[in-house]
């Protein structure tokens, strides 16, 4: 590939312009009419936010208007506000001057007093300068470090992204890369997800720049994804031109054309007119790489439209690619001097790839007229400023070892030659065209065949909306008055059955309360209770009997109060439970115990449960677990959440179900714990769409003990 592709290719991307006609602050006064100058600028500081990543020309419309204000009128912060949105305004269309003018203007005065915002248009400012490498390092990190105290998560995702860009324009691959990647993770946890797309773009920036393509591709396509998903326009349409420009440069020249395609169409969309033109330069390249020839006068009309626009980038661009036309025609000089004009205009910006990539074009020009010196002196300057893949230091290597063989050096020839055999060795550029072209045909195809399959559907669904109405029209009569029968039939029967279906569950729920009221009342419980409270008396033991009494009668009324309800909170049945397994504890003298585990967490959530809805299976935990008569028998209860769900485990080391299954006792009584609870869990499951269930295991591999576990839905009071 030509090194006047690489030129092209690593031109930072340019951000959205339109060309639109200025307007007078009289117009904007008119607009605003019944506002004052600091409300206009803080209003339009905020639109000039919304449309930068949805429509360019809307966005430069309102950066002309916001300009316009005279600042003579606005109190010192609007002031400060203005000049902050007109420097972020410049940088994002690429008029680097212009915002380095604006941001000496505001940090003069105001350097030791600078908000966030002025502070990271400082960042930037002292980061393009190589000699404030150690400043710029220090702020990035110490601003870090106050957004990670914020824990403002949006805060931590910028100043993770400046910190990589510092370490980006200082060469620092690997620490450039591993911010860039916090960044992005940061940007997930927004939910502005314009961040996240705005952060995967500057991910894959960094990875393109050190020359990591597959990654930068992925990312770049994973942004699109994103954009497709939340239809977003400008990232769809510069996720399709960056990929174009890597495909450029690894020489995939089908993947190109189509990508540069896409994104003419997204420029469109959001009114990016240099976005279309830059499109139509880069496939002319495109077309130069593949040997095809081009219409001087049409790329002479394309770059003057380019020209047009104030930025340098634009206007660097436009010389670099006259450069590429004249290099090609052989007329060296006349590339040289449109390269010189073009380096001149990026002084003061960091594209510091774009003027490695201009001094090494220069340098082959300056070897094809033989003025070695003037040759040696860009190739000096042509050294990437990193060292990752290093396709373009091979490159180097190669022309330094053709200028010292013109030299007649052969010595210092053979070296650069062994050099760039050394770097081209461990640099396979095929396999990279390879991997790059995989993604990009996997994506091209999917979008095809989505493609197809839309038009079909369309053309199915046109074909039927055609026999619909054909058949409308023969037989609309008919068709009315038998749809209108059909709907007051449907309607009609629908009616009755929902009466029904709601009669019956009415009715259900009214049995199940019942049957269930009867069941935690249980007779035995409450005879044996008696007994207990008799024994005590019998015993002489006043102070046992009014204890097991007083407990006894507040159970009594927890459940007859609660047991109607649908819903009571955690603390309630916690204290019914309490209740409960004290009385048994108690009526057989304390020969178990058990244990409440309660998410506390829930509790101060206020979270609810149906009532008593584990009191059956503690129940027979006790009696059919014989807690009674082993040695050291438990009993716990858990409530925790599980997976948007409310997880009640009711576990005891009894005898286990087989064992118990054994005695009389067990043969003659027919539990409906497990009936009932399934019944109550089937009605919870239909009134909140969740998946609740009750099932029953054993606790150890030997039969011993009994785990039971009941799934509910998570509900929380409303206060």
């Not at 419309?61 to 300009?67: R, S, T």
Request: overall charge positive; charged content about 30%; some cysteine.
């Amino acid at each position: 590939m030509s090194l006047n592709v690489r030129i092209l290719i690593f031109s930072f991307l340019i951000g959205p312009w339109c060309f639109v006609a200025q307007q007078s602050y009289d117009s904007i006064k008119k607009t605003y009419k019944d506002k004052k100058p600091n409300e206009v600028v803080r209003e339009l500081d905020s639109k000039l936010e919304f449309y930068k990543y949805s429509n360019a020309e809307l966005h430069l419309l309102l950066l002309k208007d916001i300009e316009v204000i005279p600042s003579n009128q606005l109190d010192k912060n609007t002031q400060r506000i203005k000049t902050c949105a007109l420097a972020e305004g410049y940088l994002h269309i690429g008029n680097t001057k212009q915002s380095i003018k604006l941001i000496t203007e505001l940090i003069t005065p105001n350097l030791r007093s600078l908000n966030e915002r002025e502070e990271a248009l400082y960042l930037w400012f002292i980061t393009r300068e190589k000699s404030k490498k150690v400043e710029a390092l220090s702020l990035a990190s110490n601003r870090l470090k106050k957004s990670k105290y914020s824990r403002d998560i949006n805060k931590i995702y910028r100043s993770y992204k400046d910190l990589s860009f510092v370490y980006l324009i200082h060469s620092n691959a690997d620490s450039a890369i591993f911010y860039a990647s916090l960044s992005t993770a940061e940007a997930k946890r927004l939910s502005d997800k314009t961040r996240l797309m705005e952060a995967m773009r500057y991910q894959g920036k960094v990875y393109h720049y050190f020359e990591y393509y597959v990654e930068a591709v992925k990312k770049k396509l994973q942004m699109i994804q994103f954009a497709i998903e939340f239809n977003n326009n400008y990232f769809r349409a510069y996720g399709y031109f960056e990929i174009a420009l890597i495909s450029l440069e690894l020489q995939n020249y089908n993947q190109v054309s189509q990508y540069l395609e896409r994104a003419r169409t997204y420029f469109k969309k959001i009114s990016d007119q240099r976005g279309e033109l830059t499109a139509i330069i880069f496939e002319i390249q495109n077309n130069y790489s593949q040997g095809k020839t081009v219409d001087f006068p049409v790329l002479l009309s394309l770059s003057q439209r380019l020209n047009k626009f104030e930025d340098q980038l634009s206007k660097s661009l436009v010389r670099i690619v006259m450069a590429v036309h004249f290099r090609n025609e052989k007329e060296f000089k006349k590339s040289i001097k449109e390269l010189e004009e073009a380096e001149n205009l990026l002084v003061g910006m960091e594209e510091e790839k774009l003027k490695y990539l201009i001094h090494k074009i220069l340098a082959i020009n300056y070897l094809e007229i033989k003025d070695l010196k003037s040759a040696k002196i860009h190739l000096d300057k042509a050294f990437p400023p990193f060292k990752t893949v290093n396709l373009m230091l091979g490159e180097t290597y190669l022309f330094l070892a053709e200028l010292q063989l013109k030299r007649n050096n052969l010595t210092e020839a053979l070296k650069y030659q062994n050099e760039y055999i050394e770097v081209t060795r461990s640099n396979d550029k095929q396999q990279f065209a390879r991997a790059v072209e995989q993604l990009t045909e996997g994506d091209l195809r999917e979008e095809r065949e989505k493609l197809i399959s839309e038009q079909q559907a369309n053309l199915l669904e046109g074909q039927k909306e055609k026999e619909r109405i054909s058949f409308l029209k023969d037989r609309q009569l008919i068709i009315g008055i038998s749809l209108i029968v059909v709907i007051i039939m449907v309607l009609l029967i629908l009616f009755i059955r929902l009466r029904a279906v709601r009669s019956r569950q009415l009715q259900r729920e009214a049995e199940m309360s019942q049957t269930l009221l009867r069941s935690q009342m249980n007779p035995h419980f409450v005879f044996n209770a008696m007994s207990v409270i008799q024994s005590y008396i019998y015993a002489n033991d006043p102070d046992k009997s009014s204890k097991f009494l007083v407990n006894f009668s507040r159970l009594m009324r927890l459940i007859l109060e609660n047991s109607p309800k649908e819903m009571i909170s955690l603390e309630l049945e916690y204290e019914i439970l309490d209740k409960y397994l004290n009385t048994q504890k108690m009526r057989f003298e304390d020969r178990f115990d058990y244990e409440l585990n309660f998410d506390e967490e829930l509790l101060f959530a206020k979270a609810m449960i149906p009532p008593m809805i584990a009191q059956p299976f503690v129940e027979n935990a006790i009696e059919h677990g014989q807690l009674h008569s082993i040695e050291g028998g438990k009993i716990n209860v858990t409530i925790t959440k599980r997976d948007d769900l409310l997880e009640v485990l009711i576990e005891d080391n009894g005898v286990g179900r087989k064992k118990s299954a054994k005695t009389n006792k067990i043969k003659e009584h027919k539990s409906m714990a497990i009936d009932i609870t399934k019944e109550r869990i089937d009605i919870l499951n239909r009134k909140y769409k969740v998946n609740g269930l009750a099932d029953i295991t054993d606790l150890f591999p030997n039969g011993r003990g009994t785990r039971v576990r009941i799934l509910l839905p998570l509900k929380f009071e409303v206060i």
